[in-house]
C-alpha cells in the first residue's frame, strides 16, 4: 500500500469544478467546529442546570466520529509540505500551531487567573504554564497535537504505510485508564490524521464519486445513521466503555465510517449550496478561530443565561450557547483583521522563521 496524498491543490488556474472539489472540505470543517463547540456548550450547560435537553441527543450521537472527522481532515494536507525542508516543515507546522497555543493559553489563564492560582500568588499561576508545555491545557489540547502528530508524521514517513496505519491503529485500541491526558489523546486520535494523510487522494475521490451519485450517497448516509445511533446511544454497563460505540475496534470502525459520513456530507451540501453550506464554509475556512476563542463567550454566555434565568429549557440554552460561541470568535475576528490585534488570529511576521508567502486566499492565517 503506497500513500496516497497527491491531492488537488487551489492554484491560481483552479476553475470552478476544482473549486468545488475543494469546497467541501471546509464545510465538512465547518460541521466539525460547530459539533465541538457544541459538545462543550451542551454539556457545559447541563451541568449547571442540572439536567439534559434536546442537544444531548446531538453530541452523543456525534461523539464515536467528531473528533476523529477534525483530525482526518486536518492531515489531508500533510503531504503537500511533508518532504519539505524542516526549517520551512517547522514553520508551517509546528512554530504556526505552538504560537497560536501558547499566546491563548495565556489568554484563557489570565482569565481563569483567580481560579488556577487560588490565593497561592504568580508563583502558581506561573508553575501552570510551565504544566501547559508539557500536558496541554483545557480545550487547546487539539491545537497542540496538531504540531506533534506533524512532526511524528514526517518523522515516519519513511516507514511502510501498513506499519504507519497499524501502529496508530493499535494505539487507538490500547487501555489507557490513569495516563495523562496527553498520553490518552494522543493514542486515541493519531490514527486519524495518519489516515487523513495516507488516504487524502481516496478521500477526495470518495467525495467526487459522492457528488456524481447524490441519491446513493443519501441512502448510504441514512444507513450509516441507523447503525451509528445503535451503537451510540446502547449502554454497556461498563464505566470504561459506556456504550457499544467506545468498545475498542468498534470506536475505530464507528470513527472512520463517521468521518466518511462527515466527508459525504460535506461533498452533498457543497453540490446543494444554499445558506447553511455558505455559514458551513465560512465556519470551516476560520475553524481554527472559532476553536481558540469559542471559550470565553462560551463560558460567559452560560453563567449569564445560568444568573438570570432567562432561558428555561436546557436544550434551548444549550442551543443558545453553541450559536453565541461560534459567532462571537468569528465576528472578534472580522473586527480586528486591520488593527493591531490582529496578532490573535495572525501570527505576526517575528514569529516566522521562515518569510511568509503571499496569502493564497482571503483567510485568516490562523486557519493553516
Known sequence: MAPATQIPGPGAGAGAEEALRLAWVDVAK???????????????TGNEMGGEGFLHNVVAF?????????????GLFVGRVIDRDWRLFADRRVVHFAYFYLLW????????????????????????????????????WFIYLLAVFSV??????????????GGAALLQSLPLDGYSDLVTEFCGRYVWFVAGYL?????????????????????????WAVVNGLFAFTATGHATFPT???????????????????????????LAGGPLTAALRACGERSI????????????????????????DIGLASLVVTLVAVLVPLAIERVV???????????????????????????TAATG
Do not use: N, W
Not at 459539533?35 to 454539556?43: D, G, I, R, W, Y
Not at 456525534?62 to 486536518?74: G, N, Q, T
Not at 457499544?244 to 452533498?268: F, N, Q, R, T, W
Not at 517575528?350 to 486566499?361: C, D, G, L, N, Q
Open 30 to 44: 465547518g460541521l466539525c467546529i460547530v459539533l465541538v463547540v457544541m459538545m462543550h456548550s451542551t454539556l457545559g
Open 62 to 74: 456525534a461523539k464515536p466520529f467528531r473528533i476523529p472527522d477534525f483530525f482526518l481532515l486536518s
Open 105 to 140: 493559553v495565556l489568554i484563557q489563564s489570565a482569565v481563569k487567573y483567580g481560579q488556577i492560582v487560588d490565593g497561592a500568588g504568580p508563583g502558581a499561576f506561573l508553575a501552570h504554564l510551565a504544566h501547559a508545555l508539557v500536558e496541554p491545557y483545557s480545550t487547546l
Open 152 to 165: 511524528l508524521t514526517k518523522l515516519l514517513r519513511g516507514l511502510h504505510p501498513a506499519l504507519l496505519l
Open 199 to 223: 488516504f487524502a487522494a481516496r478521500i477526495f475521490r470518495f467525495a467526487d464519486l459522492v457528488r456524481r451519485h447524490p441519491r446513493a450517497a443519501l441512502v448510504g448516509l441514512a444507513a
Open 244 to 270: 457499544l460505540a467506545s468498545l475498542p475496534l468498534v470506536s475505530l470502525a464507528l470513527g472512520g465510517a463517521g468521518a466518511l459520513a462527515i466527508v459525504a456530507v460535506g461533498a452533498l451540501l457543497t
Open 289 to 312: 478561530v472559532i476553536y481558540l476563542a469559542f471559550f470565553l463567550p462560551m463560558a460567559a454566555t452560560r453563567m449569564l443565561i445560568v444568573k438570570t434565568g432567562a432561558v428555561t
Open 337 to 363: 483583521r486591520h488593527t493591531p490585534f490582529v496578532f490573535l488570529f495572525r501570527r505576526p511576521a517575528a514569529f516566522h522563521i521562515v518569510a511568509e508567502t503571499p496569502p493564497r486566499s482571503a483567510r
